[in-house]
C-alpha cells in the first residue's frame, strides 16, 4: 500500500522520489547517493502538467487532446514521456540494489501496488469529479488503464535490468557504440516486443464482429464488417480485435478518441453527435491502453532506459548530450519518415513503431533541453514549481489528474449538486472575466490547477513529505 510519510533521515534535496518508479531506492548497506538529477525531477513534472493540461482543457482546446485515430497532438506524448521517464529511473535506481533478491522483491511489490491504484483510479470504481458517486459493477470494470500499463513496462524492463547486470559498474569510453554492447540484452527484449507486436497487428486475420448499444427503442445490435488481416483502420485492426477476445467489450473503455473522428461527428474533432447513418464502429468501445498495444510500449521505456544507462556511464555533459540529441533526431526522423510515407501510421490507440520513434525522440530533445537548463546552466529556479510536482508525481497525479480532490471540493455544494466552489471560481474568476469559454477554462486548468498543486507540491517538499510507491 502507498504511504505518505516525512522523511527526517536524508537532506530534501536528496529524497527518494515518490513516483510511480522511485529513482532512488537504498539497499540495506545504504551506499552513498549521487547528485539528483534536477532535469528529471522537471521532466516528471512537465508530464504530470501536460496531463492535467490535456484532460481538463482537452475539451475545449481538441488541437491539444488526443488525436481522434491517426496523428500526434500534445496529449498523445504524455504516455510516452511517463514511460520514457519510468526507464531513465530504473537504470539510476536499481544500479544502487546490489542484492538481486531485494531488487526483485521491490521491483515487484511496486508492481503490484501500481495495479493497484490503476484499478481503483480507471477501473470505475471513482466516478469524480463530476459525478458524486463511486463504485464498480464487476461486469464492466475496466481491466487496462495508464497506471497498469506503466506497471508491466516497468516489471518487464526491470527484471531485464537485474538480470542481466554484469560489468555495469565500470567507465565505458564515450562512443556510440559501447553503451549498446554492454547493455546488449535490453536491446535484444526491444526487437522480441517489435517482433511480437508487429507480427500480430500485420498477421491476425479480424473477423466480423458484433456488439450492442442502449438507444430509445431499447439494446440494438450492430454488425461491423471485417474479414481481414494488416489493417490499421478503427474497425479491423488487430489491437482492439485482441482485446475484445480476452478483456471482453463490457472490460474496454466506452468513450474512445476515435469517435471524435470525422466519419462519427459533425464537429470533429469537437466531441458531439454522430452524423446520420455513422459507421457502426463509432459506437463501439475501444481500449486505448490494451494487450497488444501495451506491449509495444515495453519500447519507450527500453529507451528510457538507455538514456539512463548514458547517464550513469558517460562523465561529461557534452559526451551526454552529443548520445541523447543524435539518437533523439534519429528516432524523431525515423518516426515521421515512417508516418509520411504511409508505411507505418503515428497512432497513440495502437502505439506503432512510428508512433514509438516519434515520441521517444521528442522525450530525449526535451529532457536534453530541461538537463541543459537546469543541471548544466542552473537555471533551476524557473522550474521550481514543475520540480516540485515531479517529486511529488503520485500525489499529484492522483488528485489533480484523477480528479480526486476535485470531487472532494464538489462534494460541497450550495442547493444544487452543480452549485459548487469548482464551478463558481471557473465561471467568475476565470470565464467570467475573459468573456470566453475556452480562454477562461485554459486559464483555470493553468493556475488553479497546474500552479495550484506546484505550491503544494513545494510546500510538501518543505516538509519532507511524499507520496512514495
Known amino acids: 500500500m502507498a504511504e505518505i510519510k516525512a522523511d527526517t533521515t536524508t537532506p530534501h534535496h536528496q529524497k527518494q522520489l515518490p513516483v510511480t518508479v522511485s529513482e532512488s531506492d537504498i539497499s540495506e548497506q545504504k551506499p552513498q547517493k549521487p547528485k539528483r538529477v534536477a532535469s528529471l525531477d522537471v521532466f516528471r513534472g512537465l508530464t504530470v502538467a501536460l496531463m492535467i493540461l490535456v484532460d481538463d482543457a482537452g475539451g475545449e482546446w481538441p488541437m491539444i487532446g488526443h488525436a481522434p485515430w491517426n496523428g500526434c497532438n500534445l496529449a498523445d506524448f504524455v504516455m510516452p514521456f511517463f514511460l520514457f521517464i519510468v526507464g531513465m529511473a530504473i537504470a539510476l535506481s536499481l544500479k544502487r540494489i546490489p542484492n538481486r533478491l531485494l531488487a526483485i522483491k521491490k521491483v515487484l511489490l511496486r508492481t503490484l501496488k501500481l495495479l493497484f491504484w490503476g484499478l481503483l483510479l480507471q477501473g470505475g470504481y471513482s466516478h469524480a469529479p463530476d459525478k458524486l458517486t463511486y463504485g464498480v459493477d464487476m461486469k464492466k470494470i475496466r481491466w487496462c488503464g495508464i497506471l497498469q500499463r506503466i506497471a508491466l513496462a516497468y516489471l518487464v524492463v526491470a527484471l531485464v535490468e537485474i538480470f542481466s547486470r554484469g560489468a555495469q559498474a565500470n567507465d565505458l569510453a564515450s562512443n556510440w557504440f559501447s553503451v549498446f554492447k554492454l547493455y546488449f540484452w535490453h536491446w535484444l527484449m526491444g526487437a522480441s516486443v517489435l517482433v511480437i507486436y508487429l507480427s500480430a497487428i500485420y498477421g491476425t486475420y479480424v473477423p466480423d464482429w458484433q456488439f450492442t448499444v442502449q438507444s430509445n427503442n431499447g439494446t440494438v445490435q450492430l454488425t461491423v464488417a471485417c474479414g481481414m488481416r494488416g489493417k490499421l483502420d478503427p474497425p479491423c485492426n488487430a489491437v482492439g480485435y485482441v482485446d475484445r477476445k480476452v478483456l471482453g467489450l463490457n472490460h474496454m473503455y466506452p468513450h474512445p478518441a476515435w469517435k471524435r473522428a470525422k466519419a462519427c461527428t459533425q464537429n470533429s474533432p469537437y466531441e458531439g453527435p454522430f452524423r446520420n447513418g455513422a459507421p457502426s464502429w463509432c459506437y463501439a468501445p475501444f481500449e486505448p491502453e490494451g494487450i497488444l498495444s501495451s506491449i509495444s510500449a515495453i519500447l519507450s521505456t527500453i529507451i528510457g532506459v538507455h538514456f539512463g544507462h548514458v547517464l550513469v556511464h558517460f562523465k561529461g555533459h557534452p559526451a551526454r548530450l552529443k548520445h541523447w540529441v543524435l539518437m533523439g533526431f534519429a528516432l524523431l526522423i525515423s518516426g515521421i519518415i515512417l508516418h509520411f510515407t504511409h508505411a507505418i501510421p503515428l497512432n497513440k490507440q495502437l502505439y506503432t513503431f512510428s508512433y514509438v520513434c516519434v515520441t521517444s525522440g521528442a522525450a530525449a530533445l526535451v ?69 470566453s469559454k475556452r480562454v477562461g477554462i485554459l486559464l483555470y486548468v493553468i493556475f488553479a490547477e497546474i500552479l495550484f498543486w506546484g505550491i503544494i507540491s513545494g510546500i510538501l517538499h518543505l516538509l519532507g513529505i511524499y507520496w512514495k510507491l
Open 367 to 435: 529532457f536534453s533541453a530541461l538537463y541543459v537548463m537546469v543541471d548544466i546552466l542552473g537555471l533551476r529556479y524557473l522550474f521550481l514549481p514543475l520540480e516540485w510536482i515531479g517529486m511529488n508525481a503520485m500525489l499529484v497525479y492522483v488528485m489533480a489528474a484523477e480528479g480526486i480532490f476535485a470531487g472532494f471540493i464538489n462534494g460541497w455544494y450550495y442547493d444544487d449538486p452543480h452549485n459548487t466552489l469548482v464551478y463558481w471560481i471557473q465561471k467568475h474568476i476565470f470565464v467570467g472575466v475573459w468573456h
